[in-house]
């Protein structure tokens, strides 16, 4: 019975570690890892990640303190504002010239029927607003933890409207909402959806010198392997070129700089350390 057991959990290990290994399309560009740091340990479990011309802000996700990071290009915490928040599950952050976008959405379990967004004032942040968010056809008793598509990790400003990324879990298709970030309680469907991704979302910004959306995530198993991605995507949510981060785990956040630079996080797990790395696309 043991040795029958043992072969069983070893037949059930290879299988879920082959499931990770992905065949990637050929892309039409290279992706070149340009550095590589070792975050800090207040930002171990990193979790969104902007860009803006001095830095990039990021943020830690469920059960830690509500503060907001300010990171200079070295990896370095530069300056930390903590919120009158409660950080149930912060997963993403964005911004325009007037306010931080922080999104409270994570529900990898399935079990919140609602989440939120808090828009901060970039000017007094003391000055708050919360932004109820509901998912149509969301039952939280139905949900099954880890296998269903009422989760998000992704946010990006574009085009002067706020948009969240499903991480999609059961079906692996994509959706994408447009939330109002002028209306207090609301009741979100998807108008878009990508097909094709070779796992769940993590993090997304839009690459404004290439006019296309950047996209980073992975798909994992219950034995620590993960097959992570960045991919882009085209303003129609059409999907242009997959890279595979052979190197990463969990990689939750990636903005793109003012020169069109690749910038992800990745959170720290078993056996690696919380990192800040940087990317260029070179041309074949």
């Not at 990463?248 to 996080?265: L, P």
């Amino acid at each position: 019975m043991n040795n029958l057991f043992r072969v069983v959990i070893l037949s059930l290990a290879i299988t879920l570690s082959s499931a990770c290994a992905i065949n990637y399309p050929t892309p039409s560009a290279s992706l070149k890892i340009n550095s590589i740091v070792t975050l800090p340990e207040e930002l171990a479990e990193t979790s969104g990640l902007f860009c803006e011309e001095e830095g990039m802000y990021s943020l830690n996700d469920s059960g830690n303190a509500p503060v907001i990071f300010h990171v200079n290009y070295q990896g370095e915490i530069t300056e930390q504002t903590r919120l009158a928040l409660t950080n149930k599950d912060w997963e993403a952050i964005t911004a325009d010239s007037a306010f931080f976008y922080i999104a409270d959405v994570g529900n990898n379990k399935g079990k919140r029927e609602q989440v939120e967004i808090h828009k901060v004032n970039r000017s007094n942040v003391n000055d708050i607003e919360t932004i109820t968010l509901k998912y149509a056809g969301n039952n939280a008793n139905n949900n099954i933890p880890y296998a269903h598509d009422f989760d998000s990790e992704a946010m990006v400003m574009f085009d002067n409207k706020l948009l969240l990324f499903s991480k999609s879990w059961r079906t692996g298709i994509t959706h994408i909402y447009h939330v109002n970030d002028t209306k207090s309680v609301q009741t979100l469907s998807p108008f878009a959806s990508i097909e094709g991704l070779p796992g769940v979302v993590t993090g997304v910004d839009f690459d404004r010198v290439r006019n296309r959306f950047v996209i980073t995530g992975y798909k994992s198993d219950p034995f620590g392997n993960f097959a992570t991605f960045l991919a882009q995507v085209s303003k129609e949510f059409t999907l242009l070129d997959i890279w595979p981060l052979d190197e990463y785990k969990q990689v939750e956040g990636v903005c793109v700089d003012t020169e069109g630079r690749y910038w992800f996080s990745e959170e720290a797990t078993e056996g690696r350390e919380a990192s800040l790395s940087s990317a260029y696309i070179e041309a074949k």
